[in-house]
């Protein structure tokens, strides 16, 4: 039965083809003349700008640059759009596919697509974010904070920046399109707010090379986790049982070198600058001030503070879980060999009692029978 047009029901089951209906109207302006401006806003990347950088030695050339800015808004809700296509073409062509022949509940049915989602988006943000760490030559340290305000980024820096905000962004609206019931929400919204927090504010306060390093680091323990949450769902439990284990320690791994690059780039980076180019100056971008940097540092080392006390929480829980497992199993095993040593002495008895009969006389061995 098709639900009513424009009902609840109607717009959940056809909301990627009427968000790509809306996303391919702006594609779509860009080729006439009089909707090209418009559309272009929301399409295109903005704000660019092109700077003098020697090239070789000697050798000077202008290349183009983007920077930050207000135009930015409309290409996140454009991306935004997009995001909503993409997980739905995910969900449909691959992990409902896999979902079929898994024959999962409930519980583990939305979990698994939950990882599958994020597994997928965390894969393209590692592969995109490595090669913008090589090229922005940021496996040198000290590049992550020299030259700040780095107010020029490269057309994929600012499109990677882009395409992270719209994405945490999109997870409110797929809250409604996937009916997630009201005591599932508060993880799912708590978690796209912190990563929306952080991305953003490092995005307005130029710290744009430290952000990126920080999150290809968080995405690679976080994608080890969703790998080994499939795999535990696919009863592939002997090979997810090990690489949780590599998880937990590139986790602990993470939390740890997120906050030595945070100490290094806010501490002592950033206040190697001459004092009087420590202010506030939205003209250029600059930011690193000393409040700014302290209050960026303990943010930091909070939300990894915090991460971590959830992290040993769960690792306990989890002990207790298997103690008792553990215990109920040991006792069946004690259990299942009382019933087999029960078994075979009955065994002894009857072959003896049946020796005793056959040692009988005959006769008394015809009462015996008549008397059974």
Same mark, same amino acid.
């Given at each position: 039965?098709?639900?009513?047009?424009?009902?609840?029901?109607?717009?959940?089951?056809?909301?990627?083809?009427?968000?790509?209906?809306?996303?391919?109207?702006?594609?779509?302006?860009?080729?006439?003349?009089?909707?090209?401006?418009?559309?272009?806003?929301?399409?295109?990347?903005?704000?660019?700008?092109?700077?003098?950088?020697?090239?070789?030695?000697?050798?000077?050339?202008?290349?183009?640059?983007?920077?930050?800015?207000?135009?930015?808004?409309? +290409?996140?809700?454009?991306?935004?759009?997009?995001?909503?296509?993409?997980?739905?073409?995910?969900?449909?062509?691959?992990?409902?596919?896999?979902?079929?022949?898994?024959?999962?509940?409930?519980?583990?049915?939305?979990?698994?697509?939950?990882?599958?989602?994020?597994?997928?988006?965390?894969?393209?943000?590692?592969?995109?974010?490595?090669?913008?760490?090589?090229?922005?030559?940021?496996?040198?340290? +000290?590049?992550?904070?020299?030259?700040?305000?780095?107010?020029?980024?490269?057309?994929?820096?600012?499109?990677?920046?882009?395409?992270?905000?719209?994405?945490?962004?999109?997870?409110?609206?797929?809250?409604?399109?996937?009916?997630?019931?009201?005591?599932?929400?508060?993880?799912?919204?708590?978690?796209?707010?912190?990563?929306?927090?952080?991305?953003?504010?490092?995005?307005?306060?130029?710290?744009?090379?430290?952000?990126?390093?920080?999150?290809?680091?968080?995405?690679?323990?976080?994608?080890?986790?969703?790998?080994?949450?499939?795999? +535990?769902?696919?009863?592939?439990?002997?090979?997810?049982?090990?690489?949780?284990?590599?998880?937990?320690?590139?986790?602990?791994?993470?939390?740890?070198?997120?906050?030595?690059?945070?100490?290094?780039?806010?501490?002592?980076?950033?206040?190697?600058?001459?004092?009087?180019?420590?202010?506030?100056?939205?003209?250029?971008?600059?930011?690193?001030?000393?409040?700014?940097?302290?209050?960026?540092?303990?943010?930091?080392?909070?939300?990894?503070?915090?991460?971590?006390?959830?992290?040993?929480?769960?690792?306990?829980?989890?002990?207790?879980?298997?103690?008792?497992?553990?215990?109920?199993?040991?006792?069946?095993?004690?259990?299942?060999?009382?019933?087999?040593?029960?078994?075979?002495?009955?065994?002894?008895?009857?072959?003896?009692?049946?020796?005793?009969?056959?040692?009988?006389?005959?006769?008394?061995?015809?009462?015996?029978?008549?008397?059974?």
């Amino acid at each position: 039965k098709n639900p009513p047009f424009f009902s609840h029901e109607f717009v959940i089951q056809n909301h990627a083809d009427i968000v790509a209906c809306v996303a391919m109207v702006f594609v779509v302006g860009l080729m006439f003349q009089v909707s090209s401006p418009l559309a272009s806003v929301f399409v295109v990347m903005h704000h660019n700008t092109t700077a003098n950088v020697e090239t070789m030695p000697g050798v000077f050339q202008d290349i183009p640059f983007y920077t930050a800015g207000l135009k930015d808004i409309p +290409a996140v809700f454009f991306y935004l759009l997009i995001s909503v296509v993409m997980h739905a073409i995910i969900q449909e062509y691959l992990l409902d596919k896999v979902n079929k022949k898994l024959h999962l509940s409930k519980v583990k049915y939305n979990k698994f697509n939950e990882s599958g989602q994020l597994l997928a988006f965390y894969l393209v943000s590692l592969v995109w974010g490595g090669d913008l760490i090589m090229r922005e030559n940021l496996l040198n340290v +000290a590049s992550i904070w020299e030259g700040y305000p780095h107010n020029n980024m490269t057309f994929l820096l600012k499109f990677f920046f882009i395409i992270q905000i719209s994405y945490w962004l999109h997870i409110f609206p797929e809250l409604y399109f996937q009916k997630t019931k009201k005591e599932d929400m508060p993880p799912k919204i708590q978690y796209a707010v912190l990563y929306l927090g952080f991305i953003v504010a490092s995005y307005v306060f130029r710290f744009t090379r430290l952000a990126l390093v920080l999150m290809v680091i968080h995405y690679a323990s976080e994608a080890m986790f969703h790998i080994c949450r499939i795999l +535990a769902y696919s009863e592939k439990t002997s090979i997810s049982n090990k690489l949780f284990k590599l998880g937990d320690l590139m986790f602990v791994l993470a939390r740890l070198s997120s906050v030595i690059l945070s100490v290094l780039t806010f501490w002592f980076g950033l206040s190697k600058v001459p004092a009087e180019q420590q202010e506030i100056n939205f003209s250029t971008g600059n930011f690193n001030t000393g409040l700014i940097r302290l209050n960026c540092l303990v943010a930091v080392c909070l939300l990894q503070a915090w991460l971590m006390w959830n992290f040993i929480v769960c690792q306990f829980k989890r002990l207790r879980e298997t103690k008792p497992s553990q215990q109920s199993g040991s006792a069946s095993g004690v259990k299942t060999r009382k019933t087999e040593q029960e078994k075979a002495k009955a065994r002894k008895l009857r072959r003896e009692q049946e020796d005793r009969d056959e040692d009988l006389p005959e006769v008394d061995q015809d009462a015996k029978k008549k008397s059974k």
